[in-house]
């Protein structure tokens, strides 16, 4: 089985369980006290908490991806710097499977925090939230190199879904990157906006499927 062929075999169970997985998300926060037995089984499951069901589903997912970004690196439109992009690409969400599975950006964001003390004496402090402004700026860079790359790729494939579908993505990406933000105001605030991580959680989710759906849309056409 060629490996294009097993994103498709892949696709539509893994959309399945990303909108499962978003659904508990939102399911364990309204449900959240209601039950002791209850609040324990959304806790094994809850893509909001660390080293989860749902966070370990988000790293495969992330491997997968990656594995696409890969598969589109071979395109014959690419000239050499844009297949050693997507090279980097693919190894870049294999580091983020990690960085899901490890929590590694607010560990990177804590030690930000300590160097700079950005966030001293704030209800920030020690939260790690800082992690935004080390990805944010690396996330902008990327979306500017490949923005040439896919569009060739997207002429190639003579069809709009690819492109729509890569477009989405970092749409998703920068609100992920809003919700975490406005997520880390109302701390400072006081003001309760708890379900902001459920919108974050599902929007990652979302950006991961959309780039996965992007890769094999070219790929299809491209036969690779």
């Known amino acids: ?27 364990a926060y309204y ?21 989860t069901i749902g966070t370990w589903f988000e790293s495969i997912l992330f491997v997968i991806a990656g594995l696409s970004f890969f598969l589109v690196s071979r395109h014959p439109a690419l000239p050499k710097p844009g297949k050693a992009l997507l090279v980097l ?5 294999c580091f983020l499977s990690a960085d899901e599975a490890l ?7 804590y030690e930000l925090e300590q160097a700079t003390g950005i966030v001293k004496d704030t209800r920030l402090d020690q939260r790690g939230y800082s992690w935004v402004l ?9 979306a500017g190199l490949l923005f040439s790359f896919y569009r060739r790729m997207i002429k ?3 069809s709009k879904a690819p492109g729509i579908c890569f477009l989405l993505a970092w749409v998703a990406v920068g609100l992920v990157v809003l919700c975490e933000a406005v997520d880390g105001l109302s701390i400072l605030e006081r003001a309760d906006l708890s379900i902001l991580p459920c919108f974050e959680e ?15 849309l070219i790929a299809e056409k491209a036969d690779l």
């Open 1 to 27: 089985m060629k490996v294009r062929e097993l994103l498709r075999l892949l696709l539509w169970p893994l959309i399945i369980l990303c909108l499962l997985v978003i659904a508990q998300a939102f399911f």
């Open 31 to 51: 449900t959240q006290g209601t039950s002791k037995l209850l609040d324990y089984l959304n806790a094994i499951i809850d893509l909001r908490e660390e080293r």
């Open 89 to 93: 690409m693919a190894l870049g969400f």
């Open 103 to 109: 929590s590694l950006h607010e560990f990177m964001g």
């Open 134 to 142: 080390l990805y944010a700026p690396i996330a902008v860079v990327i």
């Open 156 to 158: 190639a494939a003579a």
């Open 202 to 216: 599902s929007l990652e989710l979302v950006f991961i499927m959309l780039f996965y759906t992007a890769n094999l």
